[in-house]
């Protein structure tokens, strides 16, 4: 038994995977490329929001778009109508991306000459965000049909993230959600994170979320 050597996979692989990603992050700071992790679950409005938010921001900065999921263009297609560069990442079964996926992704897109790269993580509220892309920040989006005790049951996804965009506001009074909870749950989770209530339907709230990511990507970019 003494002569047995045990290796913790789980923690190797995070550990590599967080190098991989903390020098992602340091090439995209040089090369002045701002990259936003957007993630959420399946039917919150990722990728409408994204159509939104491009339109809003796409006379003001060069946006690249990775659409990452198990299957199919679909959501390419769709950022595609928008007038801005998008690919789609085919993650092989995966439920998520890893530094290395992103960075494969961040290559095909020609990330470096782009002011804004966003990759729409799959979607899942697990395993997204286990893993470090390399991204300059992380935003989740929460659909008020979910509920708001989500904080409570998916911590991690919280506690990773810059921002919180509360979308389908537009609902609100056919669910039994409570935004004051939603927001104290969320806050217990990452007191410093910044949160957005819009409705990505009727366009409510997007300005704010918009300008808070503008100031940013100008940010990092100086």
């Keep these: 038994m003494d002569n047995i050597r045990i290796i913790e996979i789980k923690e190797s692989v995070f550990a590599n995977n967080d190098a991989e990603a903390d020098r992602i992050r340091q090439e995209l700071k040089e090369d002045k490329t701002f990259l936003l992790n957007l993630m959420s679950s399946p039917g919150s409005g990722k990728t409408t929001t994204l159509v939104k938010t491009v339109n809003n921001l796409k006379d003001k900065?060069?946006?690249?778009?990775?659409?990452?999921?198990?299957?199919?263009?679909?959501?390419a297609r769709t950022m595609a109508n928008t007038g801005v560069e998008a690919i789609q990442l085919h993650t092989g079964?995966?439920?998520?991306?890893?530094?290395?996926m992103t960075e494969q992704g961040l290559k095909a897109l020609n990330a470096q000459s782009f002011d804004?790269?966003?990759?729409?993580?799959?979607?899942?509220?697990?395993?997204?965000?286990?893993f470090d892309t390399g991204a300059s920040k992380n935003v989740m989006i929460l659909s008020v049909p979910e509920g708001h005790d989500k904080p409570l049951k998916y911590p991690l996804?919280?506690?990773?993230?810059?921002?919180?965009?509360?979308?389908?506001?537009?609902v609100l009074p056919y669910f039994d959600f409570d935004m004051d909870k939603v927001i104290e749950y969320a806050h217990q989770r990452n007191p410093k994170l910044k949160i957005f209530?819009?409705?990505?339907?009727t366009g409510e709230g997007i300005d704010d979320w918009c300008n808070w990511l503008l100031e940013n990507v100008n940010e990092w970019n100086k």
């Design 197 to 201: 209530p819009i409705s990505a339907k």
């Design 116 to 130: 804004l790269a966003i990759l729409e993580n799959v979607g899942n509220l697990v395993c997204p965000a286990e």
């Design 157 to 170: 996804i919280f506690t990773v993230c810059d921002a919180l965009i509360i979308n389908k506001i537009d």
């Design 61 to 75: 900065l060069k946006i690249g778009i990775m659409e990452a999921d198990i299957d199919s263009d679909v959501d």
């Design 93 to 100: 079964g995966m439920c998520h991306l890893d530094a290395g």
